[in-house]
Every structure is written in structure tokens, then in C-alpha cells.
Nanobody
Framework: QVQLVESGGGLVQAGGSLRLSCAAS????????MGWFRQAPGKEREFVAA????????SYADSVKGRFTISRDNAKNTVYLQMNSLKPEDTAVYYC????????????????WGQGTQVTVSS
């Protein structure tokens, strides 16, 4: 089992920035690809960003490319999502997920999920 706890969400004005964190515990953190997903009210959960086990490869949804950056610190068992130039359409609950491999994470979703953190962007 992998336990994931997100933090860093909040209310921000359009154009602002937030950094989300996801702290992992349980099985070896560096064995897992990590990702961020989000779910807006009335919509399906969607992929945002993913990073492989050592941070060498990343992947982003087109809607956040150039604005969001995913990173990880395996020594701290933590993955981050730096979100810049936020837009009202970025408003959602953001979930951290873990899985074996980035491709599995993106195609199938996470094997383990956090509880989510709310991000609200006002116009």
C-alpha cells in the first residue's frame, strides 16, 4: 500500500500561482511513477501531469503545458505540482496518484490515490 496526502490547494486570482505537494508513505516511493489529476464539478477526472520514478521523464496535458511543472524529491517522498498563470478553468479538486509506470498511470489511472485538494481560481 501507498498512502498519499496532498496539500497546498487554495483560492488564487487568475494569473497567480500555487504549488501543490503530495507526501507519500508506505511502499518504496521511488518504485512508482507519480501523477496529478483533477476533477471539476460535473466533469470526469482528467490527467494533468506525470513523472517517472527518477524524474527523468515528464508528461503533461495540453491544457497545462508551459504553465505547470511536475517534480519529485525521492529523498523526501514527495511530488510537487508548480502551477503558474492559473486560469479559472483550472478550478478543480486535484488528486495525486501513484502507479507502476507513467504509461499505465496516464492510460489506466493511478493504483493509489490521495484524498484531493481544492484549487479555486477566481476571475
Amino acid at each position: 500500500q501507498v498512502q498519499l496526502v496532498e496539500s497546498g490547494g487554495g483560492l488564487v486570482q487568475a494569473g497567480g500561482s500555487l504549488r501543490l505537494s503530495c507526501a507519500a508513505s508506505g511502499r518504496t516511493f521511488s518504485n512508482y511513477a507519480m501523477g496529478w489529476f483533477r476533477q471539476a464539478p460535473g466533469k470526469e477526472r482528467e490527467f494533468v501531469a506525470a513523472i517517472d520514478w527518477n524524474g527523468a521523464a515528464t508528461s503533461y496535458a495540453d491544457s497545462v503545458k508551459g504553465r505547470f511543472t511536475i517534480s519529485r524529491d525521492n529523498a523526501k517522498n514527495t511530488v510537487y505540482l508548480q502551477m503558474n498563470s492559473l486560469k479559472p478553468e483550472d478550478t478543480a479538486v486535484y488528486y495525486c496518484g501513484a502507479s507502476r509506470g507513467v504509461s499505465n498511470l496516464i492510460r489506466l489511472g493511478a493504483a493509489y490515490w490521495g484524498q484531493g485538494t481544492q484549487v479555486t481560481v477566481s476571475s
